[in-house]
């Protein structure tokens, strides 16, 4: 529940002499310093938007770190370019009682290009400052004021800023115009807000104090579901040249589209001549698409570019039709031109890319939210997703990074939020046979074949791209089988089913125990289900993100002095998260092992987490079943 705040000056104190404040470790109280690596002793945050171009940014915030693992939170980066300016930035650092051991300056920071490994250019440049400490605990203090040359993105307020960090006070204050409108949302946020003028200006201020650490917990939730955080998005932005206003997603996905993307687009003639005569022969428009996608795997390739406005404008068809590269933005533009080449309509769609599925915010645009581009082309019956940035993706699939979320669209029309596809359990899929001789002296050989689809399409799939050696090795570190040795791997992607072939040719020295009359051995040599992390007096819910099918069936042969003689077997598990099915019977002369696991995606409480802690450990006992047959004497 929100609390009132009695009314006060919303001011922000400057802290010439930090040390009045007590650093002393030993006066934090024992439930802050629990399952902490570090504690902010106090953070005030203050956002003073002037103008829609000019935005001050003042920040102090004191960090006691208590272990070497806290070392993160006490460092400092400042990212900078021609449209943020550090106007200061300074410090101290205490030891353990409280006492001054150093004072810092902005002269003391390093500073380096922000540009990624990837990129071809950016202007982005950050300075920063790590405290070369080695005695904990310590305290160290930062005031910083950065000048923002634009208001289209306001960062977001975390008074919790990641895990295993707790927090003794915390503030965030805006101040900004009376004609000034701007959209506030809380989420998870539990302490104490205040409006109050400042002068004759608007104020807003938030305050969360005595947050306890938060503990990683193996399979947690994603952390903007219960981690505190305020966002401010102003109607009206000013970004380097371009203006704007926008208080929904469809204002913000008209602006994207008559402003950033609209005049981009024009092709060369030769190039539009080129792309009519490659899907002349195509009957329909998925057929005409998947030929034109194919074709532009095949030119492109993906390299960032973040240039000033870059950040947001794509680079024009033109320039990635002539260079052959681009990133995200420039090559899903580039697609999509492409595809009016031929009349075929497309999205622009934003979306936030990660393993975690975290939708745009239905209820609440800002243009921080998304951190990738897709393409939806829209056809009769369907809708068709294309990740840009791949050069080998299927036509029509999208990994996990993108999978399952709301994304923006940006259309003539205006912004519509879109579902990217979700892989059910039941077609992600893998799916495996083996045929296995089990020779009298322990060794086996034979071969397999494994089908991923659905979301396990990429399991095996980065295969593709390694040289024989380095494939090999990848191939002994995940069947992780004692001196296995492949004798033919044989891998294809067919891209119409969106199915990843996998067929091993391999043998194995020593794979069984021979002991007198005995030899003894797994028949499940592929897919052991090991067991997952204990979490003691769990707090988080828990996820499982994406369900899967794992269906292995295998048929071993014997050497002659093996004599097949074995009780059949069944073993089986049903639960809220999933079913296993394991059997082991005879036919023939040969033993056939049958194993499906499945595995249901859901959030789930977590006091169900023991159980599920249970059912996989049981899944992984019957997995390593050994079972030992007689030999000939």
Partial sequence: MIKKLAPILLVFVVYSASFAQNFAASSISNKLTNKAHAVIRDSKVVVDMQSTDNVLFSNYKAVTVLTKNGDKYGQLALFYDKNTVIKSAKGEIYDEFGKLISRFSL???????????????????????????????????????????????IPDWRPLPGFDISVEKSSYQFTYNPGD???????????????????????????????????????????????????????NFSYYSFKGSYTNWNDLGKISYDYLLKDGRELPVTTINFIKNLVKDEASDKAKAKKIYEYFQQKTRYISVQIGIGGFKPMSAVEVDRLGYGDCKALVNYMQSLLAAVGIESYYCVVDGGEDKTDLIQDFASMEQGNHIILCV????????????????????????????????????????????KYETSKSTQIRSAELLLADNGTINGTMKTEFSGSQFDNHFFLTKKAPLEREKQLKYLYDINNIEFIAVELEANTDLQRFTEKLTFEAAAYASVNNDRITFSPNLFNIKRNISTVRNRSLAFEIKRGYTDDDQISFNFGKQILPVILPKTMQLDSKFGSYFAELKLADGKLNYRRKLVLNDGLYPAQDYEAFENFIAEVGNYDRLRIALPIKK
């Fill in 378 to 421: 829209p056809l009769k019956g369907e809708n068709i997703w294309l990740e840009c940035t791949s050069q080998d993706a299927p036509f029509g699939y999208l990994g996990s990074f993108t999978d399952d979320r709301w994304v923006l669209a940006c259309t003539k029309e205006g912004g519509k939020l879109m579902k990217t596809p």
């Fill in 107 to 153: 002269s003391n920071f390093k500073e380096e290009s922000a540009v990624s490994d990837f990129s071809l250019f950016e202007d982005s440049r950050v300075k920063y400052y790590i405290p070369q400490v080695n005695s904990y605990p310590y305290t160290i203090v930062y005031q910083y004021e950065i000048r923002n040359k634009q208001n289209l993105i």
């Fill in 181 to 235: 409108e701007i959209r506030v949302l809380e989420r998870n946020f539990k302490g104490l807000r205040d409006e109050t003028p400042v002068g004759k200006r608007n104020g807003k201020q938030w305050i969360a104090e005595n947050l306890q650490a938060i503990k990683y917990e193996a399979y947690a939730a994603n952390p903007e579901t219960y981690f505190p955080s305020v966002k401010i998005a102003p109607k």
